[in-house]
């Protein structure tokens, strides 16, 4: 079992950054570095859309077209935690933004598909003036 708590989030003007981050809990038998994980979003009226995922080992990290050039995922396994660094906002980047974590993720296509993952956050909010 693994419990995940976002945070970072809040009003930024548009070409600003945001950095949220993910802390996970976990138990002896469901360590962090287990996992893959993942942030994605939803906005008002959207369904929810894959934004960026990273590999256990952060060897491999997979980026939504909205987001490359723009967003860098990290982690740090012996912090449990995960972290999304946001430049360059756009108000269209106006969303709960999730994280979620899971331990099956084998290929990009799996970190792109929310229903591959096993636990999420609660989301935090980002909103991003014009």
């Known amino acids: 079992q693994v419990q995940l708590v976002e945070s970072g989030g809040g009003l930024v003007q548009a070409g600003g950054s945001l950095r949220l981050s993910c802390a996970a809990s976990?138990?002896?038998?469901?360590?962090?570095?287990?996992?893959?994980m993942g942030w994605f979003r939803q906005a008002p009226g959207k369904e929810r859309e894959f934004v960026a995922g990273i590999s256990w080992s952060s060897g491999s990290t997979y980026y939504a077209d909205s987001a490359k050039g723009r967003f860098t995922i990290s982690r740090d396994n012996a912090k449990n935690t995960m972290y999304l660094q946001m430049n360059s906002l756009k108000p269209e980047d106006t969303a709960v933004y999730y994280c979620?974590?899971?331990?099956?993720?084998?290929?990009?296509?799996?970190?792109?598909?929310?229903?591959?993952?096993?636990?999420w956050g609660q989301g935090t909010q980002v909103t991003v003036s014009s």
């Open positions: 976990q138990t002896p038998f469901s360590p962090f570095s287990r996992y893959g």
């Open positions: 979620a974590a899971g331990s099956s993720l084998y290929s990009g296509t799996d970190y792109y598909t929310d229903r591959m993952y096993d636990y």
